[in-house]
């Protein structure tokens, strides 16, 4: 065990008697369900079932994405296979159980105690243990270690400033990084960072997300919202963060000086920050999709503070605004891919390192642009609003991010491997 390690393991030991103050704590702040905060301490809510479980780990939506879709890969081929799957935030949580997948059993992520993991594993007995992208937890990494349950890191995805933040800790980096068989990593900078921290072989194999069918939308509700909205041209920024908003009103003013009938759908990453957006609303009248039951054919703005609805906000649109990529914001931007596969031109702020590829593809394409402020971000929307420009990209430069078949065949075939299950063809 590296030094490192063990004072890791001695500062989370001292920490575990406390963690009641600081889950209600998170509880006061609206981080956590005050109904799961023994799930965060290690103690299951559930029994295990009999049989070969796997447990899958990732931090928030998009990680349980990657999972769940990986799931239902590995239950094709092993019918009988069950699943407990973890992550940190309740928007996940409440995304996994529309889902309602068979077999599949969601538990609140415990935190990294050397106590509350040991209570989950000693529990659950996983036969394998998967991590999405990026959220390594050194304690739970350790004792899996110990109790050699073997692990796999799938559709790796560091920045730059976390490859960094491990180089500083290279002999904990590669006990606790190398020990992942496989690592798939998703894109060619976190595989060159993860070769040189661990010293293994490993080959590049793309974003497992990219084999995620296109998003879903119940087709009642879009008809019933279509026919709302009739021949209105419709501008959804989707997955917003805090400053973007201001930025978009802004812009919206704008656009209304030319199409006086246009729609705004806001959709903000974290639905709780709806109260936080409607004073940036202002005076506009608006329809707020969690508390009414319907719009209006007068409202100017939609505030759709939903989860599992971005598939309809996306058909709706004649052009899509995805945030995250807002300078100095931290978040680095999202994904851009779901909308590339509902034909939809995005428009995003620039910071998108997390997504740096994808969306340089996507530019170069003719798939996407970035802008800058509410003038630039006007004057790009206009012309899809106006119906004077229409997707038409280059899709043999995106060919890869429209099919996605070799991550999720990968990470299928060495999960089936360590669970020595034959895969179906």
């Known amino acids: 065990m590296t030094l490192g ?16 103050l600081i889950l209600n704590s998170r509880v006061k702040k609206g981080k956590e369900n005050p109904d799961r905060l023994q799930e965060r301490r290690g103690y299951a809510s559930r029994k295990r079932p009999a049989g070969k479980l796997v447990w899958m780990h990732g931090a928030s939506i998009g990680e349980s994405q990657v999972l769940t879709l990986l799931y239902e890969a590995l239950k094709k081929s092993a019918p009988d296979l069950h699943a407990v799957i973890t ?3 309740q928007t996940s949580a409440g ?19 050397p106590f509350a993991t040991e209570r989950f594993l000693k529990h659950w007995k996983p036969d394998l243990a998967i991590v999405a992208e990026g959220d390594i937890w050194p304690n739970m990494l350790s004792k899996l270690d110990r109790k050699r349950i ?31 068989e496989p690592i798939l990593p998703a894109n060619q900078r976190t595989m060159d960072g993860l070769r040189h921290l661990t010293g293994k072989r490993m080959k590049l ?16 509700e879009l008809d019933r919202l279509r026919a709302v909205i009739g021949n209105r041209p419709v501008f959804a920024a989707l997955s917003t963060h805090p400053g973007e908003e201001e930025m978009l009103v802004e812009a919206f003013e704008e656009i209304l000086k030319e199409l006086p009938d246009a729609l705004l759908i806001i959709a903000p990453r974290h639905p709780e920050r709806a109260g936080d957006i409607m004073p940036v609303i202002g005076g506009y009248p608006f329809y707020h999709r969690f508390q009414e039951r319907a719009p209006s054919e007068g409202d100017q703005i939609w505030l759709c503070d939903t989860l599992g609805e971005l598939g309809l ?8 605004f995805l945030g995250g990529g807002k300078p100095g914001s931290g978040i680095l931007g999202h994904n851009p891919i779901e909308a590339l596969k509902l034909d939809r031109y995005v428009l995003s702020e620039p910071e998108t390192d997390n997504f740096k590829a994808e969306f340089a593809d996507m530019t170069a394409a003719g798939a996407a642009e970035f802008v800058s402020d509410a003038q630039s971000l006007a004057a790009a929307a206009l012309p899809w609003l106006k119906g004077e420009r229409t997707f038409e990209p280059d899709t043999g430069k995106l060919a890869s991010y429209l099919s996605g078949d070799k991550p999720l ?4 075939e060495a999960a089936l491997k360590h669970l020595k299950i034959a895969a179906a063809s």
């Open 5 to 20: 390690l063990v004072t890791y393991r001695t500062l989370t030991a001292g920490l575990d008697p406390f963690l009641p």
């Open 87 to 89: 992550t940190q935030t």
């Open 95 to 113: 995304l996994i159980a529309r889902k309602d997948l068979p077999d599949l059993v969601h538990q609140m992520a415990p935190i990294d105690t």
């Open 150 to 180: 073997p692990r796999m890191l799938v559709n790796a995805r560091m920045t730059e400033k976390s490859l960094q933040g491990w180089e500083r800790y290279p002999l904990l980096a590669k006990k606790l990084l190398g020990g992942f």
């Open 205 to 220: 194999a793309g974003n497992l997300k990219y084999a995620a069918p296109e998003l879903a939308a119940d087709e009642a």
């Open 313 to 320: 906000w996306m058909r709706l649109a004649n052009i899509v």
């Open 409 to 412: 065949r990968l990470a299928k």
